[in-house]
Structures are given as C-alpha cells and as structure tokens.
C-alpha cells in the first residue's frame, strides 16, 4: 500500500524555521515529481512547491520564494520543504503529494498528484 507520511509540523513564532519531511513507503517515487500544498482555515488548498523527480528542477508559489526550499532524497524516498522566514500567513495544514506521470513534467497544478499525505499542521504565531 502507497503511504505519504509527513512530519515536522509544529507551533513557531514568526521569522523563525521548520523544517517538514515526507516518508514514502509501499512504493517508490523516485521517478514522479513530488510537491507541497497547503490549505489554511475557510481556504482552498494551494500549491506551495514542487519538485522534478531528479529534484532538477524546483518551482515556488510567489509567496514562498526566497524563503521555502523544496528538496528530496531519492536514496530515501522523502521529500523536505525548509521553511524560514515563516510569517503567521503560512499557518496551514501542508501536504506532500506525488504526481502519477513517470518522469513528468512538474504541474503546479494538483491534477496530476494522485498520492497524498495526511498532512503536518504549521501554526506561525507570536
């Protein structure tokens, strides 16, 4: 069985860092573009970032640039996002997902990501 497992989430004050995993197990993804979601309270999910699936190439939602680095060990089979800077607008519950396409394309779009975690709660306050 396919299993996203995400960790790392936690309650931070403003400016400082978190740093979220994601295990995956049952399969590998080696080969499948791996992003990050969010999704506040009373808010649709969004995309946060996304990477290839050599981890080549990376792309960020406006918000998050210069601040969020996506990442992945392929050895491992786990997906990072460091977070810095956090700012109490990125409070949300994030989730890692796979996209189904075998050495894709990355879609910013959740179309394609067919795998999903259950998700790690971020909460940035003071």
């Known amino acids: 069985q396919v299993q996203l497992v995400e960790s790392g989430g936690g309650l931070v004050q403003p400016g400082a860092s978190l740093r979220l995993s994601c295990a995956a197990s049952g399969r590998t993804f080696s080969n499948n573009a791996m992003g990050w979601f969010r999704q506040a309270p009373k808010k649709e999910r969004e995309f946060v970032a996304a990477?290839?699936?050599?981890?080549?190439?990376?792309y960020y939602e406006d918000s998050v640039k210069g601040r969020f680095t996506i990442s992945r060990d392929n050895a491992k089979n786990t997906l990072y996002l460091q977070m810095d800077t956090l700012k109490p607008e990125d409070t949300a519950v994030y989730y890692c997902a796979a996209s189904n396409r075998y050495r894709g394309t990355v879609s910013r779009d959740s179309t394609p990501y067919t795998s999903w975690g259950q998700g790690t709660q971020v909460t940035v306050s003071s």
């Open positions: 990477i290839s699936w050599s981890g080549r190439s990376t």
